[in-house]
């Protein structure tokens, strides 16, 4: 039994026991076939009322329309609310509030129940249907229904019969279902809620997913997007005369992101155009083309969906501005930049957009939650982050613009704030417990959508950090190709010579030898090193760097006198060019000193690094990363040059000064915690060793995971302990 049904049965016990007084409508006694006197109204007007009443179109059902699996019948929801009105719990609005972004298929869950409420035999008596995107919209329909009863005598003015209506509404015993759809803003019902009685429902959709709407216990639904498998199942359906045309529907559905409307669209145009669905792929995938001309014309549109993919998306959007006229816009054209799945609020949040806009930061939030309310994105503030519909994003893209006094367009701007604002929040070193990967994805999206902004007038920082990043956590081929692909673009934007080419062959050649072809990196360097004396001399910042990394990548080649030799030449011109308190000249006296060790003085190392740590301590103080590195590297060579119990005194210091300023999950604390592990095992303790080796190796997978190079170099000293600890 539905809930009007119910409802009904209830009205009339009570009319059978009650007296009723006033304008109360009760059923009265001339019944002609369908026509139902209305008591009190009936008296006063002289007037009959055909029953049932129904007032306004209700939307054609889609033909395949799809059933939300993940949704409670609306049925259900409003026979759950019944229950609390026939309890005596009214103190509700009694009404139902479906919420949703443009094109989820919110008007198309509400006709579906309104079709079945409109049925002759079994539905109700009074039903309303109202495009509510207005205020004047719901006057105008309520008078008109107030008129049509006969309800509203004596009113002259549209306001004053859609009062009659609700003054009605509240007293009859008919049953009533009001479904007011596409409403805008919360404003435009204020004074025009429908009342809340046992005979009557209201049925709301919205894109608003505010508190306002949610106030007084209404029950609010939220549509999302198809799931995938309700995605493939509407595809079928659609396509099903088509079945030479539809080879991927999973695929189409997940560049559509499973937008019902889009879907539709998308179908009907490749049934139109006679169009395989991996050829529409292609052409979706070409940014090149806009919207409108890959779903079909609006001329061509029918019945559910009148209205274009590209118009749905975006008519939110002026409500926006008008809510945060400062800020809204301006957000929803940097995130159109960036990756829709997820966006930490921080970006959104950053200083430098506030500065570009000219506005504080607790605007910017104010016009993130304006945008999340209108459901043109998803702001999670539990996770700290945002998600954006990648056709919204696109709609953006293609109907917006950004103000802008730069000559290279809104879109530049715009571009490199963003970069901007990514930079600033990035970690200085990337573990798997840090938002790198995150920041990544965005850097990518950002590349892709304004990809010659972050390359002109500079390459722009973020994309070497990006870079770095890949390499920070272990995907040393990844950043190997980043750079290579870097390289390209800014060669072809500024040529061979230009700072920036030269900067991305120093990090291409890096990566390089990280990725293990150290006889490649030095060849590489080698290049470059020439190509930097010619372009901008001996004593250039830049020249003396690549001279650094050169040597040193000798030294990993297995030159380590070459690279003693090479490092002894830099740090006299460093100490002539740069002095010698610069960071630069203290960097290649670590790496000096270093390569000493490894070229077999490991006494003639913990000189050079004992001189270097005072120096340090004195220029950078003892926090510096710098100086704990040295610190790090002093404990290894005394272990070398034969105290491994000295080696495992200065890794404990150093650990309990690293856990303090670095934290437990740093890569930098990670490896002394797996080098006191060693030389615990070289000082006799293979126990000790074993048992740290486990505690480093089990933090490694969690920070950095399993491929990681570190992760695998703890791994293998954890097995050759165990061995180790076997055998005695």
Do not use: C
Request: charged share 20%.
């Amino acid at each position: 039994m539905r809930w009007w049904q119910k409802a009904a049965q209830e009205a009339l016990q009570r009319v059978d026991n009650t007296t009723v007084d006033g304008n109360l409508a009760q059923i009265g006694g001339d019944v002609n076939g369908s026509t139902v006197v209305l008591g009190d109204l009936h008296q006063h007007t002289g007037h009959q009322v055909t029953w049932p009443v129904r007032h306004g179109r209700i939307p054609t059902l889609a033909d395949h329309y799809q059933p939300r699996t993940g949704l409670p019948d609306l049925d259900t929801a409003f026979a759950s609310d019944q229950t609390l009105v026939l309890t005596g719990h009214d103190n509700r609005q009694g009404a139902v509030v479906v919420s949703g972004m443009g094109g989820v298929g919110k008007t198309q869950l509400a006709a579906h129940h309104a079709h079945a409420a409109a049925d002759r035999t079994n539905g109700v008596d009074l039903l309303i249907w109202i495009t509510a995107s207005t205020r004047d919209a719901l006057i105008t329909a309520y008078a008109d229904t107030a008129t049509h009863l006969h309800a509203a005598t004596g009113a002259t003015e549209a306001q004053a019969a859609a009062d009659a209506l609700l003054n009605w509404l509240t007293t009859t015993t008919k049953t009533w279902l009001i479904v007011l759809d596409d409403l805008q803003l919360p404003a435009h019902l204020t004074g025009l809620w429908p009342p809340h009685t046992p005979t009557g429902r209201t049925l709301v959709t919205t894109r608003y997913r505010g508190t306002a709407l949610t106030a007084r216990g209404r029950t609010t639904l939220t549509v999302d997007v198809f799931t995938p498998t309700e995605s493939r199942a509407y595809l079928t359906n659609e396509l099903a005369d088509h079945p030479h045309l539809a080879t991927d529907l999973d695929e189409l559905a997940t560049d559509l992101g499973h937008l019902p409307l889009a879907l539709a669209h998308a179908a009907a145009y490749i049934r139109d155009q006679e169009l395989p669905t991996p050829t529409y792929r292609r052409l979706l995938a070409d940014t090149t083309r806009t919207l409108p001309t890959l779903f079909p014309h609006p001329d061509e549109l029918t019945d559910p969906h009148t209205k274009t993919t590209a118009t749905t998306l975006s008519l939110s959007i002026p409500l926006a501005e008008h809510l945060a006229p400062d800020t809204a816009l301006p957000l929803l054209q940097l995130v159109s930049l960036l990756d829709p799945n997820t966006i930490p609020d921080t970006v959104l949040s950053n200083h430098h957009i506030a500065e570009h806009l000219a506005t504080a930061p607790d605007r910017l939030r104010y016009g993130l939650r304006v945008l999340h309310r209108l459901n043109l994105l998803t702001h999670d503030p539990a996770t700290t982050t945002v998600r954006i519909h990648a056709l919204v994003q696109r709609v953006v893209r293609e109907t917006t613009e950004a103000p802008t006094a730069d000559p290279d367009g809104g879109t530049a701007v715009l571009g490199r704030v963003a970069a901007d604002a990514l930079l600033d929040v990035w970690p200085k070193v990337d573990t798997l417990t840090d938002i790198g990967v995150v920041l990544r994805a965005n850097t990518t999206a950002l590349a892709g959508h304004a990809e010659h902004d972050l390359l002109h007038p500079y390459v722009h920082t973020v994309l070497f950090r990006a870079g770095r990043s890949l390499g920070d956590q272990g995907l040393i081929a990844a950043a190997r190709q980043h750079f290579h692909r870097l390289h390209e673009l800014t060669a072809a934007a500024h040529g061979p010579d230009h700072p920036n080419t030269l900067t991305t062959r120093h990090n291409l050649a890096y990566w390089r030898g990280e990725a293990g072809d150290p006889a490649g990196a030095v060849a590489a360097y080698e290049g470059l090193l020439t190509d930097r004396l010619r372009v901008v001399g001996p004593d250039h910042p830049g020249t003396l760097a690549t001279r650094n990394n050169l040597a040193d990548w000798r030294g990993e080649a297995g030159d380590s006198a070459g690279a003693v030799a090479a490092f002894e030449g830099l740090l006299t011109d460093e100490l002539r060019v740069l002095g010698p308190d610069h960071p630069g000249t203290l960097a290649t006296r670590h790496n000096l000193a270093y390569w000493r060790g490894e070229a077999g003085d490991p006494a003639g190392a913990v000189a050079a690094f004992k001189g270097l740590l005072t120096d340090q301590l004195r220029v950078l103080g003892p926090d510096h990363p710098d100086t704990l590195t040295t610190r790090h590297n002093l404990a290894r060579w005394r272990g070398e040059a034969g105290d491994p119990a000295g080696a495992v005194a200065a890794y404990e210091s150093l650990l309990t000064d690293r856990l303090r300023v670095l934290g437990p999950d740093h890569p930098d604390t990670l490896a002394t915690r797996h080098n006191l592990a060693y030389w615990r095992g070289e000082a006799g303790d293979p126990a000790g060793a074993v048992t740290a080796f486990k505690g480093v190796l089990a933090d490694r997978l969690r920070v950095l995971g399993p491929d990681h190079p570190d992760t695998l170099a703890t791994r293998n000293n954890l097995v050759h302990w165990r061995s180790k600890l076997d055998a005695t």
